[in-house]
Each structure stands twice: as structure tokens, then as C-alpha cells.
């Protein structure tokens, strides 16, 4: 069977009866195919799975259906929408049994920081001490458990789910966090350069180094 034109997916998979029940089965099919290929190796990830991540975004693709603007081929575009999908979905339980104390009372300091090597300056150790104690002193739990939880790789939604809260007001949150370790640095004597240069950090595009002309 040749490639259906964009037109004919979108007109199929709204259209109501037998023959939108048959496009949504293919549009399953293309989609699972994709993902099987984007998540190949990828561990836990079996026949079961596949089949789970390819109905929860065959769903989605039917959802935003009149988001499609056709600058792709519709297939290119579901898969791409799927992928995405699927890619949260597993992040999301990745940590679905993994609470905020869990996570900001594990070992290993608050913060994944690499362990030192021969090279380490103490500044970085001294830049480091007073990040944990801003963290401590600085922040409010709340502000602490957020930001440390992201900075730990927990996805957004699912911070904000375990504090009960929205991903607008996270954002603010997790900023206003991001501002007292800033202030709670230089209080220290720590300035942006300092942290840069104790953690290896390129200096920003178009920003001179300290101490240049």
C-alpha cells in the first residue's frame, strides 16, 4: 500500500467509524515501529512496554492533531510527538517510587558533584563547602528540596506533582532558589568567576576573563 498524503491522515483519522478505527490502528503501528527503533537497547524497555508507550502516544498524536502544520510528512511528525512522549513517560517511572526526602536525604551530599582528582584546586573545595552551606542556611525547605531534587534529574512534573503544586509556580520556585545560593555565594566571597573556575566552567560567549583587558 503506497504512503498516505498528510491530508489523507488527517481526514481519516477524524473521520468517525470503521475507517478512523483502521487509521488509528496503522497510525499505532507507525508509531510503535518508531519507537521501537529510538528505544532499541534501551534497558526495560520489552515488547510490553512498547506496547504501553505506543497507546499512550498514538493518544497524544490524536490529540494535536490540528497542531499539525504539514511542513513534514505525518508520519515523521507522530514519531517525533511519540518519541517525546515516550521519552517522559520513562523519566517519569524512572521516578515514580522515589520521593523528595528520599532523594534530598540520600548519600553523597546534596548535589551530584564529580569526586575530586589530582588536579582539584582547593578553591573548588572551598566554592563547594559554601554551596552546602547556603543550601542549608539560604534556602527554605521547600526551596532546598525543589532544587535539589531538579538538580538531581528529577523531571519537572513530577517535583511539582509531589509538591503538590503547578510547573509555573515550580519555575518560580526553583528561580528564586537559584537566586538566594547567588546571593548566599557572595556573601561568602564568591563571585560567578570563582564558581566557574573552581568547577572548570567556560566563561560565557562575548564575557572576558577575569583579569583581561
Known amino acids: 500500500m503506497s504512503e498516505r498524503t498528510n491530508e489523507e491522515w488527517l481526514r481519516l483519522l477524524r473521520e468517525p467509524g470503521a475507517q478512523a478505527n483502521a487509521a488509528v490502528a496503522e497510525l499505532r503501528r507507525v508509531v510503535r515501529g518508531g519507537l521501537q527503533r529510538a528505544l532499541a537497547g534501551r534497558s526495560g524497555v520489552g515488547d510490553a512496554v512498547?506496547?504501553?508507550?505506543?497507546?499512550?502516544?498514538?493518544?497524544?498524536?490524536?490529540?494535536?492533531?490540528?497542531?499539525?502544520?504539514?511542513?513534514?510528512r505525518f508520519t515523521t511528525w507522530a514519531v517525533t510527538i511519540s518519541i517525546?512522549?515516550?521519552?517522559?513517560d520513562l523519566r517519569r517511572a524512572r521516578w515514580k517510587d522515589v520521593s523528595l526526602d528520599?532523594?534530598?536525604?540520600?548519600?553523597?551530599?546534596?548535589?551530584?558533584?564529580?569526586a575530586p582528582d589530582a588536579n582539584t584546586h582547593a578553591a573548588r573545595e572551598r566554592v563547594i563547602a559554601a554551596l552546602y552551606h547556603a543550601l542549608d542556611t539560604?534556602?527554605?525547605?521547600?526551596?532546598?528540596?525543589?532544587?535539589?531534587?531538579?538538580?538531581?534529574?528529577?523531571?519537572?512534573?513530577?517535583?511539582?506533582?509531589?509538591?503538590?503544586?503547578t510547573r509555573n509556580a515550580l519555575y518560580?520556585?526553583?528561580?528564586?532558589?537559584?537566586?538566594?545560593?547567588?546571593?548566599?555565594?557572595?556573601?561568602?566571597g564568591f563571585s560567578e568567576d570563582d564558581v566557574r573556575e573552581a568547577f572548570d566552567i567556560p566563561s560565557q560567549e562575548g564575557t572576558p576573563p577575569r583579569g583581561a583587558p
Open 50 to 72: 512498547l506496547d504501553d508507550l505506543a497507546q499512550d502516544a498514538t493518544l497524544k498524536v490524536l490529540g494535536a492533531l490540528d497542531s499539525f502544520r504539514g511542513r513534514s
Open 138 to 165: 539560604e534556602l527554605t525547605d521547600r526551596q532546598r528540596r525543589a532544587l535539589i531534587a531538579e538538580l538531581k534529574g528529577m523531571p519537572q512534573a513530577e517535583i511539582a506533582e509531589q509538591l503538590e503544586t
Open 84 to 88: 517525546r512522549v515516550a521519552l517522559t
Open 172 to 188: 518560580k520556585l526553583t528561580h528564586d532558589a537559584r537566586r538566594k545560593l547567588q546571593q548566599g555565594l557572595a556573601a561568602a
Open 102 to 114: 528520599q532523594l534530598t536525604e540520600s548519600t553523597g551530599g546534596p548535589i551530584p558533584i564529580a
